[in-house]
């Protein structure tokens, strides 16, 4: 089972804080990119650009591959807080859904007698 | 009363397209079922308080090849859920389909085993494709996937 982490939120979060990278998400979005081409896009140097990579590889956000010489950038969407993130809100539901089901199978038994 | 404990929710992902949801409740597998099965019970607990949603309608024609439709108002705009009934064994096996999805059917079984006197639960979501694992309506994810939803959204 997935374990729900505060941790990976926290990375996430702070992945998110920063403008540039939320325009890399979102030039994710349209293509995948090689750091390159994202360093020319957003007027920045390798260096800078791989930092920023890094940041939403490790929270989950961006996936790399690297291919001959070149590595090239997607998005990671599907990452484990989004699959715990699913797990945690069908846990909520059906609770819910439980605690009021006891209720009607209550008054159910309560008619029978 | 008979119990105060509140039986504990199961509740595992068991395979890419797969989600088994598993509940004692303490009544006999047939009141379960009905509960599950007649429209006047069935809309007092499916749909989650917190969700904010109001069940407006809610048809059920419950025998196999028969349709079920839940219509909802939120914020103004309605909303529907609908689908066909699969399987339908009297207290014990429940299957329909839930229709309303881009990506393809869902396909819910629900199994009613009664042990002595209580009835064991098991709910099982089977998936068309990951896709519509991840569009699954549950609506209640935390706060930071949807301010990424929103960032991407427009993005298709």
């Known amino acids: 089972m997935v374990q729900y982490s505060q941790a990976n939120f926290d990375a996430t979060f702070g992945a998110l804080s920063d403008a540039t990278r939320r325009g890399i998400l979102e030039q994710l979005g349209l293509a995948d990119a090689s750091i390159t081409a994202l360093a020319e896009r957003f007027h920045m140097t390798l260096t800078g650009m791989k930092k920023h990579v890094g940041v939403l590889e490790q929270a989950g956000l961006v996936t790399t591959e690297k291919v001959g010489r070149v590595r090239t950038c997607k998005l990671g969407l599907r990452h484990l807080e989004e699959e715990a993130a699913w797990i945690e809100g069908h846990r909520k539901l059906w609770t819910e859904r439980f605690n009021e089901l006891d209720i009607v199978v209550e008054e159910l038994k309560l008619k029978e007698r | ?156």
């Open chain 2, 1 to 156: 009363m008979e119990q105060s404990i509140v039986n504990e929710t199961k509740i595992e992902k068991i395979s890419e397209l797969e989600l088994v949801v598993t509940r004692t409740i303490n009544a006999p597998a047939r009141l379960v079922f009905d509960a599950f099965t007649r429209a006047e019970l069935f809309r007092r607990w499916w749909v989650p308080k917190s969700y904010g949603l109001n069940l407006v309608s809610c048809e059920m024609d419950v025998r196999a090849g028969g349709e079920y439709r839940l219509g909802f108002l939120h914020e103004g705009a309605t909303m529907e859920f609908f689908g066909t009934y699969v399987e339908v064994t009297p207290d014990s096996r429940l299957v329909w389909t839930n229709d309303e999805g881009d990506a393809g059917q869902t396909v819910t079984t629900v199994t009613f085993e009664e042990i002595d006197g209580k009835t064991r639960l098991k709910v099982l979501d089977r998936y068309p494709s990951s896709e519509a694992v991840d569009t699954g309506s549950t609506g209640a994810m935390p706060e930071v996937l949807n301010q990424l939803e929103e960032l991407l959204g427009s993005l298709g």
